[in-house]
């Protein structure tokens, strides 16, 4: 069992940053593949990133390439999400999530424990 909990999420001006955090429980957690989505209004959850138990492999999504960084702690049992260059497109509440199978990674069906969520709100 693993438990994910969000932070960081706020307002922030079009061209900021942010950085998320998600705090993960369960003494499993370092062999589990960890990844962000989103979900903005009226849309449906999007693949954002995603970094392997190691943290030695990383991919995110086109939209976010090169202004978004995942990154893990494995000794602190967390994982996090740097965003910088901030647009107003990516308003949306982000999601924390932990994959047992390591595959699929893009995909949210391949995820097993998911957190709450943390909304971030960028405004032009």
């Known amino acids: 069992q693993v438990q994910l909990v969000e932070s960081g999420g706020g307002l922030v001006q079009a061209g900021g940053s942010l950085r998320l955090s998600c705090a993960a429980s369960?003494?499993?957690?370092?062999?589990?593949?960890m990844g962000w989505f989103r979900q903005a209004p009226g849309k449906e959850r999007e693949f954002v990133a995603w970094?392997?138990?190691?943290?030695?492999?990383?991919s995110s999504a086109d939209a976010v390439k090169g202004r978004f960084t995942i990154s893990r702690d494995n000794a602190k049992n967390t994982v996090h999400l740097q965003m910088a260059s901030l647009k107003p497109e990516d308003t949306a509440v982000y999601y924390c999530?932990?994959?047992?199978?390591?595959?699929?990674?893009?995909?949210?069906?391949?995820?097993?424990?998911w957190g709450q969520g943390t909304q971030v709100t960028v405004s032009s």
């Open positions: 369960g003494r499993t957690y370092r062999s589990y593949a």
């Open positions: 999530a932990a994959s047992r199978s390591g595959y699929m990674l893009n995909e949210a069906e391949s995820y097993d424990y």
């Open positions: 970094i392997s138990w190691s943290g030695d492999t990383t």
